[in-house]
Nanobody, 128 residues
Framework: VQLVESGGGLVQIGDSLRLSCAFS????????MAWFRQAPQAPGTEREF???????????EYTDSVKSRFTISRDNAKKMVYLQMNSLKPEDTAGYYC???????????????????WGQGTQVTVSS
């Protein structure tokens, strides 16, 4: 089981990025997928929940600071989850991590410790 993120980079204020996460698992359905982030100046601290999506795509949650700017989506056939990030701000600068969990039958949870699988992260830097 492996998650691999891609799509990070250095952008300017107001730009957009699309993060992708590939999940190498036999059966993708049944997994809640989420994006977390961790600021570079705060290693070892808890990762902040950004967005999550249940396995059917019906349950979606966002942290307040990204609502109306970020959109999470998934393609179950391709075993992919995406995070479209628009109107990026310097405070969005962080390592972004993809996570997966199969315990909650599609319900989105925001606690990082509930997720069983994690990717290695992709860095997003928003320059002011």
């Amino acid at each position: 089981v492996q998650l691999v993120e891609s799509g990070g980079g250095l952008v300017q204020i107001g730009d957009s990025l699309r993060l992708s996460c590939a999940f190498s698992v036999r059966t993708f359905s049944g997994y809640t997928m989420a994006w977390f982030r961790q600021a570079p100046q705060a290693p070892g601290t808890e990762r902040e929940f950004v967005a999550g999506i249940g396995w059917k795509g019906a349950n979606i949650e966002y942290t307040d600071s990204v609502k109306s700017r970020f959109t999470i989506s998934r393609d179950n056939a391709k075993k992919m989850v995406y995070l479209q990030m628009n109107s990026l701000k310097p405070e969005d600068t962080a390592g972004y991590y993809c996570a997966a969990d199969s315990k909650y039958l599609g319900r989105v949870v925001t606690n990082q410790y509930e997720y069983d699988y994690w990717g290695q992260g992709t860095q997003v830097t928003v320059s002011s």
